[in-house]
């Protein structure tokens, strides 16, 4: 499945709301994340190695998933686990990793991060057409899910790094991506203001 043919992915769609920060906000935020011009290097460098491997990846984080009920629960309705939407956010989820690790981070990007953290707050359910699932994904979840994203990543990453300090790099630059992304999703919970 290419990116244009992925139900539901926008990255790109000039119809989506622009994001609330401007290129200086994120050059703040990617400031105190330490997320500098090497780490983008790093995760360009990653993207090749990653790639091949996306498909187990996303086994091994929806395996994780899976095996925790109160994470399954997002994904369920009455019926129990929805695999219609499983697949779905799938298919996204894929396209996600490939985006991130193209580190393109420009004003597009920016609005569908928001978009993306909208998806796990108001917005949740509606892309796919769900009904009957939770109308919220917590956000306390989704802070800590941070720790096994980047954790799982690692041995991915180790099958195709040079030697023991490419790696190294590529993971950190992983680890300050995604807490970035996270950063940025953060908006749709926060209050007004405040975020
Ligand atoms: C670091 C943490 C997380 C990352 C990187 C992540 C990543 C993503 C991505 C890339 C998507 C698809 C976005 C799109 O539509 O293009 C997505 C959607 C979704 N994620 Fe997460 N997620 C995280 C935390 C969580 C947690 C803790 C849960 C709870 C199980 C969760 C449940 C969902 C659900 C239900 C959707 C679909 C939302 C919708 O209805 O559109 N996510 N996530």
């Known amino acids: 499945m290419t990116a244009s043919t992925i139900p539901g992915y926008r990255y790109g769609d000039p119809a989506l709301p622009p994001a609330s920060i401007d290129a200086a906000g994120l050059a703040d935020l990617r400031a105190a994340c330490l997320l500098g011009d090497d ?3 790093a995760l360009r460098e990653a993207a090749p190695i990653i790639a091949p491997q996306v498909e187990q990846v ?5 395996g994780f998933v ?8 997002s994904f369920s309705t009455a019926n129990g686990p929805d695999a219609d939407y499983l697949a779905a956010v799938r ?4 396209q996600w990793i490939r985006d991130t690790l193209r580190a393109n981070f420009d004003a597009d990007w920016l609005a569908y991060q928001r978009e993306i953290g909208r998806r796990h707050a108001d917005g949740k359910n509606a892309t796919d057409g769900v009904v009957g699932a939770p109308p919220v994904v917590p956000f306390r979840h989704v802070v800590a899910l941070v720790v096994p ?5 690692r041995p991915f ?5 040079r030697d023991a300090e490419h790696l190294e790099r590529m993971h950190r630059a992983w680890l300050k991506a995604v807490v970035l992304s996270v950063a940025l999703w953060a908006e749709a919970y926060v209050r007004e203001g405040w975020w």
């Open 39 to 41: 780490d983008l290097a």
């Open 149 to 153: 994203i980047v954790e799982t990543m």
């Open 66 to 73: 899976g095996s925790h009920p109160f994470l399954l629960a």
């Open 58 to 62: 996303l086994d091994t984080w929806y």
């Open 91 to 94: 298919a996204r989820f894929g």
């Open 157 to 161: 990453l180790a099958k195709g790094a």
